[in-house]
């Protein structure tokens, strides 16, 4: 099992930046594959919107079309942290930001994924 802890979000100005980060308990980290989704105002779980994914094997990152260019995501497998490094943020860009682990296939279904953080709020003004 891993346990994941989010910090780093906030309130900034359209343009703005943010790096979220991502602490994971435990000794597998580089097992698993590490994700961040994103749940807008009044959407559902089952919503939450792949935003990035960075593989266990061969370190390949995938991004959604919305975030291509402005969001980049990193590991440090030495500190079990995964990061989001975010700039040019926009309004459409608010929500709540998940971190979440998988050791299965590459996915970006968010119910394919076995574990989730607590989620850190980013708030982006215009």
């Known amino acids: 099992q891993v346990q994941l802890v989010e910090s780093g979000g906030g309130l900034v100005q359209a343009g703005g930046s943010l790096r979220l980060s991502c602490a994971a308990s435990?000794?597998?980290?580089?097992?698993?594959?590490m994700a961040w989704f994103r749940q807008g105002p009044g959407k559902e779980r089952k919503d939450r919107e792949f935003?990035?994914?960075?593989?266990?094997?061969?370190?390949?990152?995938f991004y959604a079309d919305s975030v291509k260019g402005r969001f980049t995501i990193s590991r440090d497998n030495a500190k079990n942290t995964v990061y989001l490094q975010m700039i040019s943020l926009k309004p459409e860009d608010t929500a709540t930001y998940y971190c979440?682990?998988?050791?299965?296939?590459?996915?970006?279904?968010?119910?394919?994924?076995?574990?989730w953080g607590q989620g850190t709020q980013v708030t982006v003004s215009s």
């Open positions: 979440a682990a998988k050791t299965t296939n590459l996915s970006f279904d968010p119910t394919t994924y076995d574990y």
């Open positions: 935003v990035a994914v960075f593989t266990r094997s061969g370190g390949t990152t």
């Open positions: 435990g000794r597998t980290f580089t097992t698993y594959d």
